[in-house]
């Protein structure tokens, strides 16, 4: 069902302070930074291996999300939903639609 945990969705109240902090101080590389509807979104690479890390300025600060890839979302999200899983608001990354838990 799950083929890879792609992204860890990381709360960035202050965008610019937490690119700092991960490429300055943990050495990791900045991939991208985007601004869509209304929100700030980087994408930093930390090692050679997934997942990335998406700072993202409009998050609660506990809300953590892990982003797994699947081959087909909607067959997931069927699935899921027939054990009982209590899906989020959908949002969107560059990489495609996401559906949180």
């Keep these: 069902m799950f083929e890879s945990l792609d ?5 960035a109240p202050n965008i610019q302070e937490s690119i ?3 490429t300055k101080v943990l050495a990791g590389e900045l ?13 930093i690479r930390l090692s ?8 993202a300025d409009h998050i609660e ?8 890839r ?4 909607e ?3 069927s ?12 949002l969107e990354i560059p990489n495609g639609p996401c559906m949180p838990s």
């Design 79 to 90: 699935e899921l939903r027939a054990r009982g899983w209590r899906e989020e608001k959908s």
């Design 7 to 11: 992204f860890l969705y990381v709360p």
């Design 61 to 68: 600060r506990k809300d953590l999300k892990m982003i797994y």
């Design 31 to 43: 991939l991208w930074k985007i601004h869509a509807y209304g929100v700030w979104v980087a994408c």
């Design 48 to 55: 050679d291996k997934l997942p990335y890390i998406l700072l």
């Design 70 to 73: 699947v081959s087909n979302l």
């Design 75 to 77: 067959n997931v999200a």
């Design 20 to 22: 700092r902090y991960y």
